[in-house]
């Protein structure tokens, strides 16, 4: 089992950035791939981006391409979700988890049904 952690959720202001982290222990022989979720108050979870094990493969919703980038750092249990130009509709509990399975590429998807783990979120509010 892959425990995960995220930090660095905080206030900003619009059109500012923060950096999430998101640090896995655990099973962390095992090969998996990083998602990272947001859900506002009274909204579904929706996805953000995803990275595979090796950190070759990335994904991005269409509301954040281009202003956040995910990444993670070889031989490294942490990947980060860059967030740039923030607007108030970004406000939301980011949460981050894992999808196991041996293969460096995998890309689960965005479906939060195929993520096996998940951390216990980190509140950013983008205030205008």
């Known amino acids: 089992q892959v425990q995960l952690v995220e930090s660095g959720g905080g206030l900003v202001q619009v059109g500012g950035s923060l950096r999430l982290s998101c640090t896995a222990s655990g099973s962390t022989s095992s090969k998996f791939a990083t998602g990272w979720f947001r859900q506002a108050s009274g909204r579904e979870r929706q996805f953000v981006a995803m990275?595979?094990?090796?950190?070759?493969?990335?994904y991005h919703a269409d509301s954040v391409k281009g202003r956040f980038t995910i990444s993670r750092v070889n031989g490294e249990n942490t990947v980060y979700l860059q967030m740039n130009s923030l607007k108030p509709e970004d406000t939301a509990v980011y949460y981050c988890a894992a999808s196991v399975y041996n293969s460096d590429w995998y890309m689960p998807g965005p479906n939060p049904e195929r993520f096996d783990s998940w951390g216990q979120g980190t509140q950013v509010t983008v205030s205008s």
């Open positions: 990275i595979s094990q090796n950190g070759r493969n990335t």
